[in-house]
T-cell receptor, first 116, second 111 residues
């Protein structure tokens, strides 16, 4: 199956710093990439949808100035958590979609962020 | 507002027996449902799906049942194997919209 990677797999940072997470589709070009966040014992919550070369579409309640998404190419999307605070500590998962059906959405392994 | 719910956070089943994972939804607009399997430190992987025009879809040991009137779907795994131990998420979408996930059920298949 298609492979999606994320880097880093985990990160610990001080409050107030910015953290960048990369999401790459390794063996396919993704028409659309998604960023999710998962808090412990909760479901995956979609944060934003991004298409290559255009601005990301953010879900209601997600601050676009805090969670900056750049989708510079068909194989790379980045999520930057700006001025991170402890409440941003979470598990961030990206996914990449190759086609129109939902089965063509492939997920990365996730990045665990801990903000001290 | 949790539109997709998995009320059982965990389930333990003996190897060889049937595992039944349940999922309920509230949004009647959902017309496509998927099950994902997730191992620790990995992203969810697609397992099986069902369209609202069907009430059953089978793929090997995995069968998904959909009861639209009850807004309920279930995933049956027969026979269960130790390698099936993972967290299972159900997800729903409508007209190709975003996926809405449930909270997950941790399945433990014991020897």
């Amino acid at each position: 199956g298609a492979v999606v990677s994320q880097h880093p797999s985990w990160v610990i940072c001080k409050s107030g710093t910015s953290v960048k997470i990369e999401c790459r589709s390794l063996d396919f070009q993704a028409t659309t990439m998604f960023w999710y966040r998962q808090f412990p014992k909760q479901s995956l919550m979609l944060m934003a949808t991004s298409n290559e070369g255009s601005k990301a579409t953010y879900e209601q309640g997600v601050e676009k100035d805090k969670f900056l998404i750049n989708h510079a190419s068909l194989t790379l999307s980045t999520l930057t958590v700006t001025s991170a605070h402890p409440e941003d500590s979470s598990f961030y998962i990206c996914s990449a979609k190759t086609g129109t059906s939902e089965e063509t959405q492939y997920f990365g392994p996730g990045t665990r962020l801990l903000v001290l | 507002d949790q539109q997709v719910k998995q009320n059982s956070p965990s389930l333990s089943v003996q190897e060889g027996r049937i595992s039944i994972l349940n999922c309920d939804y509230t949004n009647s607009m959902f017309d496509y449902f998927l099950w994902y399997k997730k191992y620790p430190a990995e992203g969810p992987t697609f397992l099986i799906s069902i369209s609202s025009i069907k009430d059953k879809n089978e793929d090997g040991r995995f069968t998904v049942f959909l009861n639209k009137s009850a807004k309920h779907l279930s995933l049956h795994i027969v026979p269960s194997q130790p390698g099936d131990s993972a967290v299972y998420f159900c997800a729903a979408s409508w007209f190709g919209s975003k996926l809405t996930f449930g909270t997950g059920t941790r399945l433990q298949v014991t020897l």
